[in-house]
Nanobody, 124 residues
Framework: QVQLVESGGGLVQAGGSLRLSCAAS????????MGWFRQAPGKEREFVST???????YYADSVRGRFTISRDNAKNTVYLQMNSLKAEDTAVYYC??????????????????WGQGTQVTVSS
């Protein structure tokens, strides 16, 4: 079992930055791929970014070049640095723990454990 707790959300003006954190319980954090997803009101949950066990990263086209995912296995934490935020980035952001395989996992159904989410609101 893995428990995930996100933090760092809030209200920011367009063009600003936020850093989300996701703290994981358990001693096997380093064996999981970690992902960030988001869900805006009235929309389906969508993939944002993922980082594998090796540290390899992958991003949705909508955030590539603006967001950076990273992980600190010693702290059992994954981060999402979000720069140049836009109004369309407004959503609840979720972190998730998923497979230990070598691929990029971009589907929500690939992930086994989810946090409760943190709200990010970007004012234009």
């Amino acid at each position: 079992q893995v428990q995930l707790v996100e933090s760092g959300g809030g209200l920011v003006q367009a063009g600003g930055s936020l850093r989300l954190s996701c703290a994981a319980s358990g001693r096997t954090f380093s064996s999981y791929s970690m992902g960030w997803f988001r869900q805006a009101p009235g929309k389906e949950r969508e993939f944002v970014s993922t980082i594998g066990r090796s540290g390899a990263t992958y991003y949705a086209d909508s955030v590539r070049g603006r967001f950076t995912i990273s992980r600190d296995n010693a702290k059992n934490t994954v981060y999402l640095q979000m720069n140049s935020l836009k109004a369309e980035d407004t959503a609840v952001y979720y972190c998730a723990a998923g497979p230990s395989g070598p691929y990029y996992y971009t589907r929500a159904q690939d992930y086994d454990y989810w946090g409760q989410g943190t709200q990010v609101t970007v004012s234009s």
